[in-house]
Structure formats: C-alpha cells, structure tokens
C-alpha cells in the first residue's frame, strides 16, 4: 500500500509543486487560458483514448454484481449532493458562519460531489482489492466520471454561475448537451474497433500523461494564490464530506441493501470517498466560481485521504 501511495502521489507532489513555483513567473491570464484549454481539448482527448482502452469482454467474473454499479454510483452521486445541499441550508441559517457568495456555493457542491476517481481512485484501488472487486472499480470510475464532472458537475457550475432570475432549465440543459467531453466519450466508444495509425494511437494515449500533469500544473498555480488560513478553513467542510461522510453513507448503503462482498463493498467505498476531483477546478475556471474553494478542497480532503484510508480498509474490508 505504501508503495501505491508513493507512486500515485508523485506526479501529484512533483507538478503541483512546479505550479507553485513558477506561478509568479506566468502572465496573468495563463491560469484560465490553461483551465479552458484543459476543458475543450485536454480533457476530451484523454477520454477518448480511455474509451478506446476498454473492453467489456475483459470482466466475466463480475457481470452478476456489475449491474450494480451504475446504480451505486448514481446512489453516490446523489448521496454527495442532497448531503451537501443539505449543509449549506445549515450555513445559511447559522448566524455566526460567514456568508458564501453564490459562486463559493456552487464551488462548495463540486469540490463535496465530485471525486478523483480517475487519477488517484484507481492509482490506489489495485493494492487494497482483489482482481475482480477492481473491474468494479474501473466501472465506477467510467460511470462517474461521465455523469458526474461532465453531468451534475456542469449543470451545478452553470446553475451558480447566473443570477436566479437568468437560470432557465433549457440553459442549463444545453450547457450538458455541449459538453465537450461527454461527445469526446461517445467517439471514443463508436471507433474503438477503428485501427488508427499506430503514431496517431501512441500520441492519443500519451497525451493521457500530458493531461493529467497539466491538472495537476493548474492545482499549483492555484494553491500559490490562496490567502493563507481564510482560503483554506472554508475548505475543510466540504473535504471533509467528500472523503468521510459520502463514503460512510456508501458504506452503509452497500451493506444494508446491496449486500455485496467485502472486497466490491470496499473497492465502492474507496471510489466513493477519492479527494476532490481536479475537473471542478476546470468547471470553475470555465464558469468563473470560487476558485480558491476548490483548489483548498483539493489539497485538504488529498491529505484527509491519508488518514482515513486505514479506517475503511478496518470497517468495509
């Protein structure tokens, strides 16, 4: 497990420390021009070369508990957001919390909803599951990853970048449809039987790696301007929903009604309680929210991780 740590976690600590470094070197307008690149082409590009990866016939062993996962995920998805939606009802009526405005709101539900189940969910999962509970992991994390950034994610994002008075459900609608990412997915599954040239193939799969250290180059360059304790105390309740809350509840919900076995019971509750994801730092850059919230979340509910990993492996495992 230590090991798996060590590798997942460095192309995090190496680009996002670079981030921090050379922010002060970078021209003003670098940070959104990056998240907005990441947004319409960095991250397309890298779910079609996942989509192009996978294959069904690889999971056998695991149709009869399969099914289920689209539905767990769901289940989490809308766990993570009645939860959060719930304790920001309990901030506003708190006198002595101070008040959000309505893009540190919508930040607030994409760093609590939205979990990192691709680059650090499944860098873990393969050391703390057996084989077959980790095609279960790999599902959930597809599934996710579609209906959640480019799904919930972009319809809270573009909810709480209007005013209530110029949110209309067709916009909101619209601005799912649009994404780029969800189109990206579905290429990628309609030509996955299409032979590229092997240059073209090798580029596309590369530029995972490209991808995923821009993320984590834009995280930095993020972190670097957050003003010092304010930035990140507000952080703290929403990474403390993602990564201990959420995945209680899964927890709970995967024993009472699901009854799966220990293994895919746990391999669910990991996926469920990965850190805040990176793309709802994308989704603000490119609908203009808190910011600062978010990268905060990323950083406290990555270092929450840590510590509460041990406890899920003791209780679901």
Known sequence: MGDTLVQAYTPLIVWTGLGLIIFKFLPKWFPKSLGRCLYWIGIPLELIALARQGESSEYPQVMTVSFLVPIITVVTLTIGLVVSLFVLWLWKKSTSSPVLSRTSEGSFLLA?????????????????????????????????????????????????SHSREQNKWWKILLSILTVPALWAFIIGNLTRQIQLPEVIESTLQQSIGFVIACAFLLTGIRLSQLQGWK???????????????????????????????????????????????????????????????????????????????????????
């Open 112 to 160: 609590a909803v939205l979990g990192n189940t691709g680059f650090v969910g499944l860098a873990i999962a393969p050391s703390l599951v057996d084989a077959n509970a980790l095609h279960l992991a790999v599902l959930f994390s597809v599934i996710h990853n579609i209906i959640g950034p480019f799904g919930v994610g972009v319809a809270i994002a573009s909810y709480f």
């Open 231 to 317: 930035s990140l105390k507000l952080a703290f309740l929403p990474a403390i929903l993602r990564v201990a809350i959420v995945p209680l509840l899964i927890g709970i919900t995967t024993t009472c009604f699901f009854h799966l076995p220990s293994s895919s019971r746990l391999a669910m509750v990991l996926m469920s309680g990965m850190p805040t994801a990176f793309i709802g730092l994308i989704l603000a850059e490119e609908y203009n929210l808190d910011r600062d919230l978010i990268a905060s979340s990323i950083l406290v509910s990555t270092i929450l991780l840590l510590f509460v990993l041990p406890v899920w492996i003791l209780v679901f495992g």
